[in-house]
């Protein structure tokens, strides 16, 4: 049996161990998106050195504060991950990606470092009571 890319028992044991050098932070910006009359908060993965996380939903930013990675095999939320650098990254290409055909999150990123926001692992979350990056929609979408 298979669980991603892992045979059951490499995986069983990955979930076992305990070291902390298979957790890595993800850093949250609520509000700093909005596309369109939507906004939306962004986590940027301290893994993948990228925005990984696009949602609308604001207890999904109290519930990934993490993400698990055994950099050969697996990461505990590849399916939901955005980020176009990292090659666990399975929701990049997905249907539900609001970024799909709209922007890059490497300009997000450059637009956040520019108006001085760093991706610094001392931070867990920022929150913006209005959105820094807009996003127009094309075409009435």
Known sequence: MRIGNM?????????????????HKVIWYINALQIGKEKYSIGYCTYGNGIAFVTKDSVVTLLIDNVRVN???????????????CPLSEGKYSKENPLRGKI????IEEKLERIGFKFDDM??????????????????E
């Open 7 to 23: 045979r059951l028992e490499e995986y069983l044991k990955y979930t076992m161990e305990e070291d902390d050098e298979y957790y």
């Open 71 to 85: 950099p050969a095999y697996y990461c505990s939320d590849a399916r939901w991950c955005v980020n176009e650098s």
């Open 104 to 107: 890059d999150t490497g300009e």
């Open 123 to 140: 931070i867990d979350r920022i929150a913006f009571e209005k959105p820094v990056i807009k996003i127009q929609e094309m075409n009435g």
